[in-house]
């Protein structure tokens, strides 16, 4: 009995004694799996903060995470996603780091992700800060970072994560002049926005919906002000080019100069492949 008792005190001592040794293993493996080349944030850049353990999404593994937003990532062009959560002594922060295909498919989920910003802080060229969440895109990222007690100190300490992360993407961001010459950065961010498919749309703009319904292959930056929109869209190529212009009854020849007018629309061609069309309300 004596040995048996002894034993047993052995074998637990010993659980008691590995079972550190496994977290920490399964925390390193877990810290290895992070995609080479991802801007985390880790104990280098905070050695006074708390890390959780990442957790990484590729392709339809994002409806693990979002299972009601995936598929407007995916639309988009999702490569994918780092999760981490950061505790400070005087807050808890979720980091996510979206990496999607390019920087047009990064600024066009943040497009369609910002929601009444507070501030436009000078993280990224755009960006959006409120209470509980800084969001920006800078080269193919999109980030989120998210508070929740909405205090100063979380407001200071968003911005202080947003910048190590931004200063790790060297990557170059998206030309929006290419679209609209002479938009500027706060347009872009409070009444612009990018579609690539019929989520992007439904989300930006859903009065537009029927007005690129059946369209495929194109990039839509779409600039909203009081007394009209701006149309800025490209397509793949001819054929979605031609697709687009049969489904408004548009002659191709007809877009260049001056393009096609009526009461309130005006359409021409910017480039091959690409129209600028304005609607006046």
């Known amino acids: 009995m004596i040995y048996l008792l002894f034993h047993s005190d052995i074998v637990s001592f010993r659980r008691c004694a590995i079972a550190p040794f496994i977290l920490l293993f399964l925390f390193q493996v877990s810290f290895s799996q992070t995609p080479e080349g991802y801007p ?5 850049d905070l050695p006074e903060a708390g890390f959780s353990s990442p957790r990484n999404f590729t392709g339809s593994s994002l409806f693990g995470y979002i299972n009601g937003g995936a598929e407007l990532y995916l639309e988009y062009g999702f490569s994918g996603a780092v999760i981490t959560e950061i505790a400070m002594t005087d807050g808890k922060y979720k980091t996510e780091i979206y990496k999607m295909n390019g920087p047009e498919e990064a600024f066009g989920i943040f497009s369609v992700s910002k929601f009444r910003c507070t501030a436009m802080p000078g993280v990224a060229d755009y960006s959006c800060q409120t209470k509980y969440q800084l969001q920006y895109c800078k080269g193919p990222y999109y980030i989120s970072i998210i508070n ?6 979380d407001s200071i300490n968003m911005l202080r994560l947003g910048r190590i992360i931004a200063g790790k993407i060297s990557e170059p961001g998206i030309d929006l002049s290419a679209y609209i010459p002479g938009i500027s950065n706060g347009n872009a961010v409070s009444g612009c926005f990018l579609a690539k498919g019929r989520l992007g749309i439904v989300n930006g703009s859903p009065d537009l919906e029927d007005y690129f319904k059946e369209a495929e ?7 909203n002000s009081a007394d009209r929109t701006v149309i800025s869209v490209k397509f793949r190529d001819s054929e979605t080019f031609a697709d687009f212009l049969g489904l408004h009854h548009w002659n191709a020849t007809d877009l260049t100069g001056a393009g096609i007018k009526s009461d309130n629309e005006t359409v021409r061609k910017k480039a091959e492949n690409h129209l600028l069309i304005e609607i006046v309300k």
């Not at 929740?148 to 100190?153: C, H, I, L, V, Y």
């Open 40 to 44: 985390v944030i880790t104990a280098i």
């Open 148 to 153: 929740g007690s909405g205090t100063k100190s």
């Open 217 to 223: 292959g194109y990039s839509a930056l779409i600039l």
